[in-house]
């Protein structure tokens, strides 16, 4: 099946620094990325959608300029979390599809961020 | 608005059977998916219903009824490896992903 990769999986920073986390689907191409934040014991919230070659799609109440997503190519998107808060701390995951829109997404490893 | 309901929690006994439900109201409807996650773990794909009847893999069914607006998983043959949360997804008619809040389902020995 199609894979989805994440990196880093955890990551410790201290406050006021950024943090940017990868995401690559390694054996299909995906123009479009979705970036999700979970909280523990709850869903996870869409943040905003990463195209390809354009600007990111961000959610109702989610701030692009502290939660940079760049999607430069067909395979690689990346979320930057500016100086980051101990607020900002919490699993990050994201999602692609190969492009068939009856596929599932297919998820990365997610990345447990926490802020100090 | 959008809105996806499933139960919080769930508990069975190892071996038993469980059916985890799922109603939807959505601006359109373009798939329902269901996906298991284990703590700390990103969720993995379990089923995708987009037609109305069940759909079977192994141990795990799902059924869709889309004039109800209702899903439900159904878990056979009960292992402890099943305790975690089941996600309920729905696609809406611009292709997002709408998701439930989860349902974590503890299984006793």
């Known amino acids: 099946g199609a894979v989805v990769s994440q990196h880093p999986s955890r990551v410790i920073c201290k406050s006021g620094t950024s943090v940017k986390i990868e995401c ?50 067909l395979t690689l998107s990346t979320l930057t979390v500016t100086s980051a808060h101990p607020e900002d701390s919490s699993f990050y995951i994201c999602s692609a599809s190969p492009g068939d829109v009856n596929t599932e997404a297919f998820f990365g490893q997610g990345t447990r961020l926490t802020v100090v | ?32 998916f269901w996906y298991q996650q284990h703590a700390g ?32 998983l159904l878990l056979k043959e009960l292992q402890m490896k099943d305790s975690a949360s089941y996600l309920c997804a729905v696609r809406d008619s611009n292709y997002q992903l709408i998701w439930g809040a ?7 020995p």
């Open chain 2, 102 to 108: 989860g349902t974590k389902l503890i299984i006793k």
């Open chain 2, 1 to 32: 608005g959008q809105n996806i309901d499933q139960p919080t929690e769930m508990t069975a006994t190892e071996g038993a059977i469980v059916q985890i439900n799922c109603t939807y109201q959505t601006s359109g409807f373009n798939g329902l």
């Open chain 1, 24 to 73: 690559r689907s390694l054996d299909f191409q995906a123009t479009t990325m979705f970036w999700y934040r979970q909280f523990p014991k709850q869903s996870l919230m869409l943040m905003a959608t990463s195209n390809e070659g354009s600007k990111a799609t961000y959610e109702q109440g989610v701030e692009k300029d502290k939660f940079l997503i760049n999607h430069a190519s």
């Open chain 2, 41 to 72: 773990e990103a969720p993995t794909f379990l089923s995708y219903n987009v037609l109305d009847g069940l759909e079977e893999k192994g141990r795990f069914s799902s059924f869709l009824s889309r004039s109800k607006g209702y899903s439900y």
